[in-house]
């Protein structure tokens, strides 16, 4: 694997905007994208103290993202606050199990399989680990593809608030939970987009 051809032996660099390929600059210089003026670099400025910080902001997050209550209804019998997981219950225990199975995965298990899957690529590069590239490089596609679904159970909530509010006497508050949930989303956005997969490779030697 180390004698093929990559960008960086080359002496190439894509640009993270237009994804045009250009000459790489020479050491102390600082080069622009031809077509759109955009910074070039070769790898992802800072890019594992970033995933970090994301990371690490989005685990202390998730404990009130699934402690708080993400909604408090108030109604003539009084006022319930519901968590994550309370909802989850409410959902399994009414008979809308696929709903309920829906909202557990993109609420409980996808975020902690991001940050979890996260901390395994950048510990790794951390480390200059050299096992299975491959995997760990598919293991951040599936990052990336998995992250559209975090934010499936906002949509989920923002329905049964219209329901609630349609069919019956009672008014639906956002908790604190839900901004703590759509933080720990946004972060591990941010960490997945701040990593650069192109430093797994790195620890193989590859890079001049």
Known sequence: MSAAPTAARLGLLACEVCRLVSRAPRPGEHAHCPRCDASLHARKPASLARTWAFLIAAVILYVPANTLPIMDTSSLFGTQRDTILSGVAFLWTSGSLVLAVLVFFASIMVPLAKMLALTVLATSVQMRAAWHPRTRTRLYRVIEFIGRWSM?????????????????????????????????VVLTMFAAASFDPRLIWDSLGERP
Do not use: E
């Open 152 to 184: 499936l159970d906002i949509y989920v909530v923002t329905i049964l608030v219209a329901l609630v509010q349609v069919n019956t006497f009672a008014a639906i508050h956002v908790g604190p939970g839900a901004a703590a949930f759509g933080a720990v």
